[in-house]
């Protein structure tokens, strides 16, 4: 099979660049642990918000200062809780399922998104530097009231916290 | 210009008596992109409510009865326009793309008729729960939102329909092999035969999540269903549906293109090994819609990562070469220099225009589409609206402008009757053209800066944000050029439908020739190697999860209405 002269630099170049990209998500994913989320743990949706589930109160948990646990229950059309705060350079870590149809969680400015699953536990954890509000968002449809699901983690000055 | 010259004429054939060979061939397309423009237009219609909604202006009030909602109409308008228009219009294409190609009318014209006669059925049997707001789940539908059973009974239908279709187009491309031994098959009907058997490999996820899953739950057999393994086996499909959509146009653009532009195919072989490529790689890349899924290993994502890169390569390779080949024909037509053939390529053919415009909007699209598939990259964009600013420049351009330029020479071919007002022809190529390259840009920058959610009414929002407007004002922009460029599209087709003017030569179909004569080499013209690859690649990217998830299913979910 013949192959034009500059079709083969083409076809060098382009293998070239997916080999670059594929190096650059590698440095990413493991050096840089810019991670997707991975396997962590399931829950009978049924049963999510009965006692001794974690979703039974969901909410804010700190665990050693600056480092927090925050379990959040995505339902129709509420995240509950709807507003966390914590102090700036905190380290969070979502856990977050649904009791009903399929949800979203993404958190703006930020690099956490995921999918919320009935059934499925979704873990990502994010350290919070800058004081501000953040949105964060349902960003799979889950009926006609989508786009009303919304909530807020305020990011305090750090100071405040200390009082 | 003369819109019968688009399509050159088999020089001293007997065309007529050709055409008589082919007229069931001929009706059959027919009644495909009959029903494919026909469902379009709605599905158009129900997109430009989408972008006025966008902008804050709500026009589900007036439409009630019919759309009585946001998200029952985007439902409508994935499903007619991902699965309707595309399936119809591709089944359709290629019984003339097939049948010409191997110059041999179908071998047992009744499959394909069955075939149809299932896809019309299936669409009918899925209308109703649309339009009754009974299947408000969009056109992913996942569990466990639950639509009325007669959506999954419709969808499969119409699935099934196309596989008939597909068992039509082997035994003609058997038949031919056997009437012709020695000899290569033909481009056209090789590519487009390798592509319907892509799809039947890859549509096998959604039927068995359909069959063993949605249907009897939704009928109220099983009691619960398990959201994760529902997703990963239409992921399954997901992602081969994506190149189901392309594969008819690179077919268009490697093997009939350059024809119409005055050129040849710049590489036979490597045109038939792209295709190949495909049906090697296309199917076992899913997880790359499931990065953000909780219950899937980091591992297999990233593997099916790699393989992505991996599919991303036979379309480059097609940048290439389709733009080597459309170079031949604008240098025979006399351009010279760096770029002056490109000025000499048929612009005032519709056409051409609107398949060249089609790619140009592709190498966006492709650009776009390596960044969503890049792993971790993907979590700055993934459900945001810089997902339907992609899509709309692959599957609603790529696709559907390449299909508008065939239609400009399909329907004159089947009618018999002169494209009408070619001028508004090619208008409705640049408004397409412009108009998704505003949309485009608008939504992929409001997902890139904004986070700015995708399938969600965002007139209503409770967190829009004054900063999207300028980005929101151009999407509508890019709605406004699309509006007219659709009406400018039903206007001509009508048009031509309506008209007298007869053609005084059939249109043959363009069918490009290879540049270089030496024959293809014999692996590139043979089926088992690389089927049996693209099987064992599915199993080992596909098979350990599946069985994980199988073994650990969870019937938990009930199902929901919540429309
Ligand atoms: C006049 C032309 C069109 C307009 C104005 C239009 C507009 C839109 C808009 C505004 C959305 C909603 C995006 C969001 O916020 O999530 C959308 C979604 C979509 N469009 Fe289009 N569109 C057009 C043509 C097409 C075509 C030709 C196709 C495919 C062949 C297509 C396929 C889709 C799909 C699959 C969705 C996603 C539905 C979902 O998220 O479930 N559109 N369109
Ligand atoms: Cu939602
Ligand atoms: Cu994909």
């Not at chain 2, 129900?46 to 019919?66: C, S, V």
């Not at chain 2, 058997?174 to 090789?190: C, S, V």
Request: charge should be positive.
């Amino acid at each position: 099979m013949h192959i034009d002269r500059y079709e083969q630099i083409w076809i060098r170049i382009s293998v070239a660049v997916l080999v670059i990209f594929m190096i650059g998500i590698v440095v990413a994913g493991w050096s840089l642990s810019i991670q997707v989320p991975g396997v962590y743990g399931r829950v009978d949706p049924n049963t999510v918000t009965e006692p001794g589930s974690p979703w039974a109160e969901p909410g804010l948990r700190e665990l050693a200062p600056g480092k927090y646990e925050a379990y959040i229950l995505a339902q129709i059309w509420t995240f509950v809780p709807g507003e966390i705060r914590v102090p700036a350079g905190s380290e969070v870590t979502f856990y977050v399922t649904s009791k009903d149809v399929q949800h979203g969680f993404r958190i703006q400015d930020t690099n956490l998104s995921f999918m919320v699953l009935p059934g499925q536990i979704s873990k990502m954890t994010h350290r919070f530097e800058e004081p501000g509000e953040y949105v964060f968002v349902c960003h799979e449809y889950c009926g006609v009231g989508h786009h009303t699901m919304a909530g807020k983690l305020i990011v305090e000055e750090a100071v405040a916290s200390n009082q | 210009m003369s819109v019968q010259s688009i399509p050159q004429p088999a020089a001293g054939a007997d065309a007529h008596s050709s055409e008589a060979r082919f007229s069931l061939e001929n009706k059959l397309t027919g009644w495909h992109i009959g029903v494919a423009m026909a469902a379009l237009s709605i599905g158009v219609t129900l997109g430009i409510m989408q972008g006025f909604e966008h902008l804050g202006i709500d026009l589900y009030k007036y439409t009630a009865p019919a759309f009585k909602t946001y998200y029952q109409g985007l439902t409508i308008h994935g499903v007619l326009n991902a699965l309707v228009w595309t399936t119809f219009f591709i089944v359709g294409f290629f019984t003339t793309a097939i049948t010409r190609s191997l110059d041999r009318p179908l071998k047992y014209p009744w499959i394909n008729v069955l075939g149809f006669v299932l896809m019309f059925v299936g669409l009918l049997m899925a209308t109703y729960p649309l339009l009754a707001n009974l299947a408000t789940v969009l056109y992913t539908f996942y569990p466990p939102m639950q639509a009325h059973w007669t959506f999954y009974l419709g969808l499969t239908l119409v699935v099934v329909g196309s596989w008939v279709a597909g068992y039509g187009f082997y035994f003609t491309l058997h038949a031919w092999r056997k009437e012709n031994p020695g000899k290569r098959t033909p481009f056209i009907a090789l590519a487009s035969t390798i592509t319907m058997v892509m799809w039947q490999i890859a549509t096998l996820g959604v039927a068995v999540e359909i069959l063993t899953m949605l249907l009897p739950w939704s009928l109220g057999l099983i009691k619960g269903t398990d959201p994760l393994l529902a997703r990963t086996y239409f992921w399954y499909t997901g992602h081969p549906l994506v190149y189901f959509w392309l594969l008819p146009a690179y077919v268009a653009w490697y093997g009939m293109v350059p024809k119409q532009a005055g050129g040849k195919m710049f590489s036979d072989s490597l045109a038939r090994l792209v295709f190949w490529l495909f049906l090697l790689l296309s199917t076992p890349v899913g997880f790359h819609h499931q990065y953000t899924d909780p219950g899937i290993p980091q591992g297999w994502k990233f593997i099916h990562a790699l393989l992505t890169y991996g599919v991303a390569f036979p379309s480059l390779l097609t940048a290439f070469t389709v733009a080597a080949s459309l170079e031949i024909g604008g240098r025979a037509r006399g351009g010279k220099g760096w770029f002056g053939w490109i000025r000499k390529l048929p612009w005032d053919n519709p056409s051409y225009t609107a398949q060249n415009l089609a790619m140009i909007l592709f190498a966006f699209g492709g650009i776009s589409g390596i960044t969503n598939a890049s792993y971790n990259v993907n979590l700055a964009v993934h459900n945001t609206v810089w997902i339907p600013g992609h899509f709309h420049l692959t599957v609603g351009s790529a696709t559907t402008l390449t299909f508008f330029g065939i239609a400009y020479w399909l329907v004159p071919k089947l009618t018999g009757k002169q494209l009408y007002k070619p001028k508004l022809a090619l208008a409705q190529a640049w408004t397409w053209f412009f108009g998704m390259i505003f949309f485009g840009n608008g939504f992929h920058l409001l997902g890139l800066h904004y986070g700015v959610p995708r399938r969600t009414m965002l007139g209503a929002a409770v967190y829009r944000d004054p900063a999207w407007t300028p980005f929101l004002i151009e999407v509508f922009v890019g709605v406004l050029l699309l509006t007219t460029s659709a009406i400018l599209f039903y206007w001509v087709i009508i048009g031509t439908l309506a008209h007298k003017k007869r053609l005084e030569k059939p249109v043959e179909m363009p069918i490009a020739e290879a540049a270089d004569p030496t024959p293809v080499p014999a692996w590139l013209d043979t089926w088992k190697p690389w089927l049996y690859g693209a099987i064992a690649l599915i199993i080992i990217a596909y098979g350990p999860m599946l069985y994980t998830l199988i073994s650990e299913m969870q019937l938990t979910s009930p199902g929901f209405r919540v429309w």
